[in-house]
């Protein structure tokens, strides 16, 4: 990602500009999440009761994203800003500097393993809820409950595709897989043997030494990210001999993703079609 502090000048003028077109304030709880994993789970929760937008493309990595003066304006007009706290966002501090707005206040929804994973979610899900509730009281009951119907459909999916998985030999596969989508994988029961960070990681030593491990675990499936090079594990797939894959992690990254059950069904369908389920 390129350094932002050239920008800032820029995006804080472009902030005063659009500013003049804003319209009349609404009664909603203004909402800014980083990604679409958190725009989905605030949708399920805050409802009608939230004006939401999204600040990094569904299909881009964050560490990628380079904001833009209408960016910088969402939280200029914004109460709530909720973030991961990944690593590749590195934007977050200086896009917050930049918005000038006193009344915005930035929570980390912090989270330890994948966000596609069932238990990540409902975990998010439960924070996502008191985040809404700490900036508007008056509707806590409610963002909870909600919360906790959402939890339930997490839950129901979770043993609908734990039943699927349980039915398939995906139990008996190892595999290389992109560093993103290890926990994904482990959870439907893959033995992760190694993995990789980034394309740009993959240095010809690099791909020889995860060869050479692949060959002697017996390697037979590959797991690519589609936000940090979806093409990345081509060659070691093709060194293997091994199945390729290639998944999401934030839903609408593909078509037909659009929210976090169809993304997390796509990534298990892709597994299973790829062993031959």
């Known amino acids: 990602m390129r350094k932002l502090v050239p920008f800032v000048l820029l995006l804080t003028a472009g902030v005063a500009l659009l500013g003049g077109c804003a319209g009349a304030p609404s009664t909603k709880l203004s909402v800014v999440t980083s990604t679409s994993l958190l725009a989905y789970i605030v949708q399920q929760i805050g409802g009608a009761d939230v004006a939401m937008s999204n600040m990094v493309p569904a299909a881009q990595h964050p560490g990628d994203f380079d904001p833009k003066p209408s960016d910088i304006q969402k939280l200029a007009s914004a109460q709530l800003f909720l973030v991961h706290g990944f690593p590749g966002e590195t934007y977050v501090p200086e896009v917050v500097a930049a918005a000038n707005n006193p009344a915005l206040k930035v929570v980390t929804v912090s989270e330890n393993g994948s966000w596609m994973t069932p238990e990540v979610q409902i975990d998010a899900a439960g924070r996502v809820a008191d985040a809404l509730a700490a900036a508007l009281p008056a509707n806590a ?24 998985l349980a039915q398939s030999s995906v ?3 190892k595999a290389i897989s992109a560093v993103q989508q290890a926990g994904t994988a482990q959870w439907m029961g893959v033995t992760v043997v190694c993995t990789y960070a980034s394309p740009e990681a993959l240095t010809p030593q690099a791909v020889k030494d995860l060869v050479d491990k692949g060959r002697a675990a017996g390697v037979t499936l590959v797991i690519d990210n589609v ?5 990345a594990g081509k060659g070691l797939a093709e060194e293997l001999g091994a199945q390729r894959v290639v998944l999401v992690y934030f839903p609408g990254g593909v078509d037909g993703t659009e929210t976090w059950e169809k993304a997390f069904d796509y990534d298990v369908n892709q597994v299973l079609e790829a062993i031959g389920k």
């Open 227 to 231: 936000h940090s090079g979806k093409d």
């Open 141 to 164: 009951e409610v963002f909870r409950t909600r919360a906790a119907q959402y939890q339930d459909r997490v839950r129901a999916k979770e043993a609908e595709v734990k039943a699927r």
């Open 171 to 173: 139990g008996a596969v």
